[in-house]
């Protein structure tokens, strides 16, 4: 069976995914959230749901915002880690320290560089008008994906 990774990044009103099957990168899209809290961690929980049935998604993987503060980055996080640990899904909280860290021989220094690696890797990705989170959330799934290759 192959294993199906969604990883997601978190803006203030945007939630990103991306499906890796296997090795492969099968799917990237960015949803747009309500300005009302609530509507927008509904919202950002369904899409996160809604990738998970459809893509039979066997992990997670997701770009941890600073947690110490109150931002609507970190609400959505909540929320949508929440949601997979209730459907029970094995999830990864990658930090931005590590993911910067861990693409690299030398650690990349900014998200704009992941942004370049990510798209060198993935040509394709140039030619769509994607939003950045799209970007971290590939870049999140290839982290993970890396990790577990050198772990087996």
């Not at 961690?41 to 997670?60: P, Y």
């Not at 980055?73 to 949601?83: I, K, S």
Request: hydrophobic residues 50%.
């Amino acid at each position: 069976m192959t294993r199906k990774l969604a990883a997601f990044a978190f803006g203030r009103r945007t939630v990103a995914a991306a499906v890796f099957s296997g090795e492969q990168l099968e799917y990237t899209q960015a949803r747009q959230l309500s300005s009302e809290s609530g509507k927008a961690e509904e919202s950002a929980v369904g899409f996160a749901n809604w990738i998970a049935q459809k893509f039979e998604v066997t992990s997670a993987a997701v770009l941890q915002p600073n947690l110490l503060t109150n931002s609507r980055r970190a609400a959505l996080y909540r929320a949508v880690v929440a949601a997979l640990r209730r459907n029970a899904t094995p999830l990864w909280a990658v930090t931005k320290a590590d993911l910067l860290r861990g693409l690299g021989i030398v650690p990349l220094s900014s998200l704009g560089e992941l942004h370049e690696s990510v798209v060198a890797i993935w040509p394709v990705l140039s030619q769509r008008s994607l939003n950045h989170l799209c970007l971290d959330a590939v870049g999140v799934g290839l982290h993970v994906q890396l990790e577990r290759l050198f772990a087996d």
